[in-house]
């Protein structure tokens, strides 16, 4: 990832403390997420999503110092996931009601996924908002979810997280 601002770049030494995991819970769900860095230093978000008690989804969110980010047009994510689908969310500020959203497909197979900034669209609480796509200015939180209406196990590994 050349001329890149790097966000998150993982590795045996990283810190992780500010990473969060929120689930269905919150809302009465049963769902399941963990975060943790694995021995060979990357992000592992892993657990599972269940339906009970109108459930259905787990994410994990970084948030960190206000990042100025007009200059940059996509988000490149090097992960290997499970194949399933997951959703990239951005936040300008980590007090906005609103994210903004991607999905991306997983293979089983690393991968580095390039979201264009443009595309990311408005959501709160899995409804698409009338407002504008994402202004790609400022940015404050990064997460990812899987929501996709089904109980199931998950698997995410992040390696490096950054903006071109």
Known sequence: MNNTLIIFDFNKKSDVSNWEVVDDVVMGGCSSGHFKL???????????VSLE????????????????????KKIKLRIKGDGKKYQLRLKSDKYDQQSYVAYFQTTNEWQTVEIALQNL????????????NY????????????G?????????????????
């Open 121 to 132: 669209q408005p959501f709160f609480r899995g409804k698409k908002l009338n407002m504008h």
């Open 38 to 48: 694995n021995s060979d230093g990357y992000g592992v978000f892993e657990g599972t």
């Open 148 to 164: 996709n209406k089904q109980s199931e196990s998950f698997k995410l590994l992040l390696t490096k997280i950054g903006l071109e």
């Open 135 to 146: 202004p790609a200015i400022l940015v404050e939180e990064i997460g990812f979810l899987l």
């Open 53 to 72: 008690n109108n459930g259905g989804f787990s994410l994990v969110r970084y948030r960190f110092n206000k990042l100025e980010i007009s200059k940059f």
